[in-house]
């Protein structure tokens, strides 16, 4: 309900006229809208409303079926010899166990990250391991302009890149109020610029031939606040936001055959949260790197959306958004999150 304000006659004749022009304006629209929407409203609109709801109702049955009947029958895995994967943070950790493991597959590996040395070692393994060819870039993911000027040069010794696997990362283990402002910007220039700028020069080539995959590797800490990563939350909540969005671009203008994995680990042994400790180790383990790369590249085969590890997060997550704040904060505290990072060290070398 517009209400003029008790000011107005401060304003003059002039602001008067125009105020009431504008609130006639104003009631003209909401009053032709609301002749629109009544026009609407045939009895063939509301036939082809219940008919669309009914397809939503028999669809959701079906995909609720699918998946129970995948819990038992392996879903297919497509071949991907030949495609081109580009592997960022393939210097260590997790990036290099996933290269020995795309390589196997017979794929053309195209490695980047910033240590030189670690880049050789993972290319001599994937050699070992069946991979076609392997080449490998120096590249700041941090640096937009480094990422076109590397990604040119990918595209022009090697071609179109077709699986992108966005793994470099960087933490700095700080509480936010003690975390330098440098490093803030860096974590969020690897977490989640590096993402925007590596899309951005490889995706029109998926899109000219609707065929491709997206992995991100973000983390459980882009799902759940955690205390003492503040800023590694933040960036990893923004690469799984950023994932979803453009997934869903893609999917809203027909391009059906570009595939997106958003994974979600809890901690992985790989040095990079060396100190960490978790309360459960049951419920929330510190996962082994070879259990997770494997499941990664079984998700990427089997064009999985979403991959949560361990399966307990799917739960904890599914409790964050139904239960009453107070009660998902004293299980945040009763599943240790509040002392996740107490004894953090990291490596000295935060990067992979």
């Not at 006659?9 to 008067?16: I, N, Y």
């Not at 490998?136 to 595209?155: F, G, I, P």
């Not at 470099?168 to 490093?183: C, H």
Request: glycine share 8%; proline share 3%; aromatic share 8%.
């Amino acid at each position: 309900m517009w209400r003029l304000p008790a000011s107005l006659p401060l304003f003059g004749l002039t602001s008067c006229c125009f105020v009431s022009r504008r609130l006639h304006l104003v009631l003209s629209l909401q009053q032709e809208r609301t002749r629109c929407c009544s026009a609407t409203l045939t009895p063939r609109s509301i036939m082809n409303i219940f008919l669309e709801t009914i397809q939503v109702l028999l669809l959701s049955l079906w995909y609720n079926v699918e998946s129970f009947i995948h819990l038992f029958v392996p879903r297919k895995r497509k071949n991907i010899a030949g495609e081109v994967v580009l592997l960022t943070g393939a210097g260590s950790g997790i990036g290099r166990l996933m290269a020995q493991e795309f390589a196997a597959l017979g794929t053309v590996l195209v490695l980047w990250d910033i240590n030189q040395d670690g880049m050789k070692e993972t290319a001599r393994l994937a050699k070992q391991s069946g991979a076609s060819r392997v080449h490998y870039y120096l590249c700041d993911c941090s640096d937009r302009n480094e990422v076109y000027r590397v990604a040119d040069q990918v595209k022009r010794e090697v071609g179109d890149v077709s699986i992108l696997v966005n793994n470099a990362g960087i933490v700095t283990g700080k509480k936010f109020m003690d975390a330098p402002d440098s490093l803030i910007e860096k974590t969020v220039e690897v977490n989640t610029m590096a993402h925007f700028w590596t899309y951005k020069a490889f995706l029109p080539a998926m899109i000219a031939n609707n065929h491709g995959h997206l992995v991100s590797i973000a983390s459980s800490a882009g799902l759940v606040g955690v205390n003492g990563l503040a800023d590694y939350c933040a960036s990893k909540f923004a690469a799984v936001g950023f994932a979803e969005s453009v997934g869903l671009e893609l999917l809203a203008t027909g391009m059906d055959g570009i595939k997106t994995t958003i994974v979600c680990p809890y901690f992985i042994n790989t040095g990079m949260f060396d100190g960490c400790q978790t309360k459960w180790p049951r419920l929330l383990p510190i996962l082994n790197p070879d259990y997770v790369v494997k499941k990664i590249i079984h998700a990427v085969l089997t064009d999985q959306a979403y991959l949560l590890l361990p399966k307990t997060l799917y739960l904890i997550t599914a409790l964050k958004s139904i239960l009453p704040v107070k009660q998902g904060i004293m299980l945040g505290q009763y599943l240790g999150a509040f002392n996740l990072m107490e004894n953090f060290r990291g490596r000295s070398q935060k990067l992979e």
